[in-house]
């Protein structure tokens, strides 16, 4: 997979291409929601610049991809965690991870490839759903993994 600097919209955008093709197919809902909300201006990009990351993320995983039976394509979770650290600000993971609920969601369909997705960047970035809700209701997060392991005071 091709490198990018870290917090860049080129990253940035390529997680949100791996959104899009998490269920094997991008579908109208999709790019329509991408559309719809202004995604690829959000990044930072234009259009040209977010097809050239689609089309070089394709060709990556034509290269790098596992092949399963089906014929589809798909990346381990190893290879999903490294493009996930090239996004490092919190403030840019939770806007990411916004925008792939979005995506995953626009054909009213939850697959599990995408829902692993969603999972593992939620892992990968320690965000829970409700940190990048659109709600109003106060978010109270259970204690992080390492407050678990500490020994009490």
Not at 1 to 9: D, G, L
Not at 21 to 41: F, N, P, W, Y
Not at 50 to 74: H, V, W
Request: hydrophobic residues 35%.
């Amino acid at each position: 997979m091709r490198n990018y600097p870290s917090n860049s919209p080129e990253a940035a955008a390529r997680i949100v291409v791996l959104a899009l093709m998490a269920d094997g197919t991008v579908d109208r809902s999709e790019t329509q929601l991408l559309e719809r909300q202004e995604t690829i201006r959000r990044l930072g990009l234009d259009h040209e610049q977010f097809d050239k990351i689609f089309y070089e993320f394709s060709e990556d995983m034509l290269t790098k991809a596992q092949r399963l039976s089906s014929g589809g394509l798909e990346l381990d979770a190893k290879s999903i965690n490294k493009l996930l650290d090239e996004i490092r600000d919190p403030a840019l993971q939770k806007k990411i991870l916004r925008m792939m609920l979005d995506i995953v969601n626009a054909d009213r369909r939850l697959t599990a490839g995408e829902a692993s997705l969603i999972a593992q960047a939620q892992g990968n970035w320690d965000l829970d759903l409700c940190e990048v809700s659109d709600s109003s209701i106060p978010c109270h997060r259970s204690p992080s993994r390492a407050q678990h392991s500490s020994p009490p005071a």
